[in-house]
């Protein structure tokens, strides 16, 4: 499968199964409209087809493609087997948690899909208890596994830091016991942060996420706090430090898009210009009818919104005044191990979520959501139905992934989308598609323009 697109005056052609990308010129490019795979030398339709051109430039053209072809660059095979990978991880080990280590929040923001902290339930914090127990149970849960992420989430998780503490310490304790090693990730509001705080999370957490909408306006309607505050001023300055001490690394300033800022490149370059070097800005993702819920008209402009961003980014890294962001940064010489390739994120299997009661959900999306509890972890228990739903499946079981030329970058898409929100776990969610697709198109185009 290829699959072919002109951005940014580029012919780019994308060979799906082996990953290769070609910069084409206009007649090769052309050519690949005809079913030149099957062929051993040019027919008369195509022939015809190109009489401005001489006889001797459509043949080389064509047999340049041929060329990529015969070397596995063109039109490769996938040498996956859908019946194979069907079952392919038979009970992988868990590797990675994310602790709801507070079902609360001291923001109000509108995109809310954790309505504010509380996931469908009580406002509530995670016990020292609780997550000992989320310790001991990812501790033998990870079996044969050396390395562990846990992830502290909320709500707001500073807003249970003495806790958060005392389970990094509880697991850093039982690292050398079990062979393990703990890596610890936090995602914040930074309403909460100062001095010690930032201290103890550039000593501990290996990544941190900063929530940041953009530009104050943009972030103070989307992201108001309890007092219908805006929250930018509250934060911004801690956030820049935060940055700082981590050397410009290890961390992202995280961004949600919405109908509000459709015009959302302007948010990220406003991130970028405040001197944050680590960017990234996910599309909303809410049930039709929702004021801020981003809907198919919006896509063009969308896509747009992409490219302009594109040219941007490539301009900035050609001038010496780079920023990374998260879904420009594709490896196309060595992209994630083929299960991440067909699968994504390990969600329900390798990678649960677990609440302040230590009930047990697929992701932290799933959290409260009725269906999807798995288990406990004061029992150990998860639930092997929804378990292996969840690894069974893959882009070659979800409708429409198997034909997607995104399909190894994008790994099927999120489940969460595809239960909550467009009707199933073998429905990919159709707007998140789309943009998936446009950043993969941008990703490959800024890598062909930095290469010129
Ligand atoms: S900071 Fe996070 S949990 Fe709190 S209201 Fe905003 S989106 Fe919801
Ligand atoms: S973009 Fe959509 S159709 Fe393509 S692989 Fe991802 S989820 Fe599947």
């Not at 051109?53 to 996956?80: M, N, P, T, W």
């Not at 944050?276 to 599309?283: A, L, R, V």
């Not at 697709?437 to 890598?447: D, H, L, S, T």
Request: with cysteine.
């Amino acid at each position: 499968m290829i699959h072919k697109y002109k951005l940014f005056d580029q012919n780019i052609v994308l060979d799906v199964n082996s990953g290769s990308v070609h910069l084409l010129d206009d007649l090769s490019y052309s050519l690949l409209d005809f079913d030149i795979a099957a062929m051993d030398t040019p027919t008369e339709e195509i022939k015809k087809a190109f009489s401005e051109y001489s006889g001797e430039a459509v043949e080389e053209c064509f047999d340049e493609l041929k060329s990529l072809q015969k070397e596995g660059l063109l039109f490769s095979e996938d040498l996956i087997d859908p019946q194979k990978v069907k079952n392919f991880r038979l009970d992988p080990p868990v590797k990675a948690l994310c602790l709801h280590i507070c079902h609360d929040c001291n923001l109000r923001c509108r995109y809310c899909f954790a309505e504010t902290g509380t996931f469908h339930g009580e406002r509530s914090m995670m016990s020292r208890e609780v997550g000992f127990k989320a310790i001991d149970f990812v501790l033998e849960k990870s079996r044969n596994r050396k390395n562990i992420e846990v992830d502290f989430f909320g709500g707001e998780p500073l807003m249970n830091f003495d806790v958060v503490k005392d389970i990094v310490s509880y697991a850093r304790s039982k690292e050398k016991e079990y062979g393990k090693t703990f890596r610890f990730t936090l995602t914040t509001n930074g309403m909460l942060l100062d001095d010690d705080i930032m201290e103890y999370l550039n000593e501990n957490m290996s990544n941190i996420v900063l929530s940041l909408d953009g530009t104050k306006e943009v972030n103070d309607y989307l992201r108001p706090d309890t007092q219908k505050s805006g929250s930018y001023d509250k934060i911004i300055d801690k956030y820049k430090k935060l940055a700082k001490l981590r050397n410009q690394d290890n961390y992202y300033v995280r961004g949600t898009f919405t109908a509000h800022n459709l015009d959302f490149t302007k948010d990220i370059l406003h991130i970028a210009d405040e001197g944050f070097f680590q960017t990234s800005m996910e599309p909303v993702v809410l049930k039709e009818g929702h004021p801020l819920a981003i809907r198919e008209e919006h896509l063009e402009q969308l896509k747009q919104e992409y490219e302009k961003l594109a040219l941007e980014y490539v301009k900035r890294r050609k001038e010496g005044n780079p920023f990374n962001f998260f879904h420009f940064m594709i490896d196309l010489e060595q992209g994630p191990c083929v299960i991440k390739r067909i699968s994504g994120c390990g969600a329900g299997s390798e990678y649960v979520a677990v609440t302040p009661t230590g009930d047990i959900y697929p992701c932290h999306r799933f959290a409260g959501e009725e269906g999807y509890k798995m288990g406990s972890v004061f029992d150990g228990t998860m639930d092997e139905a929804i378990k292996r739903t969840f690894i069974n499946s893959n882009v070659y079981t979800k409708k429409d992934c198997g034909e997607c030329f995104a399909k190894f970058y994008c790994s099927g898409g999120c489940h969460a989308n595809s239960c909550l929100i467009a009707g199933g776990m073998d429905q990919p969610y159709k707007i998140g598609c789309e943009l998936e697709k446009k950043r993969v198109e941008c990703a490959i185009a800024i890598q062909a323009l930095l290469a010129e």
